[in-house]
């Protein structure tokens, strides 16, 4: 019985009546895409093959054979690249989505809530307040998976998205923008917490930590079948 360790010691596989196994050293953290180098010795190359690709499967990975050298005529030497699962924000279902964040966000209590946000309307077609209590950690969430899908983004932008059917009575209903000053502070949040970052041409962006983290979470949501 041997074992291979991968993302920094974090995957652990039992592997039974295989040829020796050694270390696989990788780059990619948290189920990112990235590359996995083994390195054994076998005596049929075929059956090796084979083995290895019907446990690749059951990993959910898809494995390439990319050097093949005998060493001997009875010791083979390979190289294998595997691709493992890679779990983004586009693979999960988006309200579940949302609501993990806002969960995370508000866990973290690192994110930066106004003072007026238990009083304010979201816009003027609104008549009330939201009821929700944590509303402003939805919306952080909703504009940071919105920065996931497009970028860059301004506040205008956000104020169009959030924006909903304005009542009048009697007289023909019309489209009315959301609250600019939310979406401008939810903004200047998410860049204190280094999720966005603005942009040269305009508006913001997802920043690298901001995607990093945001598919971190996304991978809890999918966790892969276990074994």
């Known amino acids: 019985m041997h074992t291979v360790t991968g993302w920094n010691g974090q995957l652990k596989i039992l592997i039974r009546n295989r040829g020796p196994i050694g270390t696989a050293n990788s780059d990619c953290l948290n189920n990112r895409e990235g590359s996995f180098y083994l390195r054994g010795e076998m005596r049929r190359s075929t059956r090796l093959q084979y083995r290895d690709a019907k446990f690749f499967e059951r990993l959910r990975c898809r494995g390439n054979y990319l050097l093949a050298k005998f060493v001997n005529p009875i010791s083979l030497f390979f190289l294998i690249a595997i691709k493992m699962p890679s779990v983004t924000v586009k693979d999960v279902n988006q309200m579940q989505f949302v609501k993990a ?44 998976r919105r920065l996931y899908m497009r970028s860059p983004v301004g506040v205008k932008t956000f104020a169009k998205v959030f924006g909903g059917k304005y009542r009048r009575g009697t007289r023909p209903s019309k489209f009315c923008r959301g609250s600019r000053n939310i979406a ?31 598919d971190r979470i996304a991978s809890q949501l999918k966790k892969p079948t276990p074994l």
Do not use: M
């Open 184 to 214: 401008r502070k939810a903004l200047q949040a998410l860049e204190a917490l280094k999720i966005a970052e603005p942009d040269s041409n305009g508006g913001r962006k997802l920043s690298n930590i901001g995607r990093r983290d945001l």
């Open 101 to 144: 964040l806002s969960a995370h966000l508000k866990k973290t209590g690192k994110l930066k809530v106004p003072e007026w946000v238990d009083v304010v309307k979201t816009g003027v077609y609104k008549e009330l307040a939201p009821y929700d209590e944590d509303w402003f950690y939805t919306r952080c969430a909703s504009i940071a």
